[in-house]
């Protein structure tokens, strides 16, 4: 099975950067996914990454480190619309998902 | 618009019934999958399927079963419904197994 860890709750305020944090540990590795969920609504795909450093798309970048089973999630110029939940997802070696319990990130004016 | 659907969006349930979740997705993908949602548990896995004709059990598939007749559906059933059960329940799809997934926007079951 994966463990898989990232906090609960973050905020910051609108303009600046969080930074997501999610460890794993996984029994076989192939993939990290990162989703948006705003509340009440589906997880949709933000980012992938399975080689190690940096992908970057728009305001958005997710890093990997798989010798340390790490991954980050970057919100550059933080929105009013990026108040949601960030779920952290590991693939593994059957191409199953597992997912974090997700952080749930307030953005405030 | 392609996508997924989930049926219903929302269901309360009387203990020891029979329910039924339905997905449909348009996009001629050849996996799917249901998950259940729970506070402060993340999304798991109950159970996929990786092309028509086959389904396995996932994480948590105890009081669930599936099928998969066709590519465009993957029906969920709860052959008799406890209040353990009273979850989020997410479908999704990927093209392939190895592919990213793609979500339906959820039904919400509780069950009394």
């Known amino acids: 099975g994966q463990n898989i860890d990232q906090p609960t709750e973050m905020t910051a305020t609108e303009g600046a950067i969080v930074q997501i944090n999610c460890t794993y540990q996984?029994?076989?590795?192939?993939?990290l996914f990162w989703y948006q969920q705003h509340a009440g609504e589906a997880p949709t795909f933000l980012s992938y990454?399975?080689?190690?450093g940096l992908e970057e798309k728009g305001r958005f970048s997710s890093f990997l480190s798989r010798s340390k089973g790490y991954s980050y999630l970057l919100l550059k110029e933080l929105q009013m619309k990026d108040s949601a939940s960030y779920l952290c997802?590991?693939?593994?070696?059957?191409?199953?998902?597992?997912f974090g319990a997700g952080t749930t990130v307030t953005v405030r004016a | 618009i392609a996508g997924i659907t989930q049926a219903p969006t929302s269901q309360i349930l009387a203990a020891g019934r029979r329910m039924t979740l339905r997905c449909t997705q348009d996009?001629?993908?050849?996996?799917m999958y249901w998950y259940r949602q729970d506070l402060g548990l993340g999304l798991r896995l109950i159970h996929y399927?990786?092309?028509?004709?086959?389904?396995g059990k996932g994480e948590v598939p105890d009081g669930y079963s599936v099928s998969r007749a066709n590519t465009d559906d993957f029906p969920l059933t709860l052959a008799s419904a406890v209040p353990s059960q009273t979850s989020v329940y997410f479908c999704?799809?990927?093209?392939?197994?190895?592919?990213?997934?793609?979500f339906g926007p959820g039904t919400r079951l509780t069950v009394l």
């Open positions: 999704a799809s990927s093209d392939n197994p190895t592919d990213t997934q793609y």
């Open positions: 990454n399975v080689l190690d």
């Open positions: 996984t029994s076989g590795f192939n993939g």
């Open positions: 996009m001629r993908h050849n996996a």
């Open positions: 997802a590991v693939r593994d070696g059957d191409y199953k998902l597992s």
């Open positions: 399927s990786n092309t028509a004709g086959t389904t």
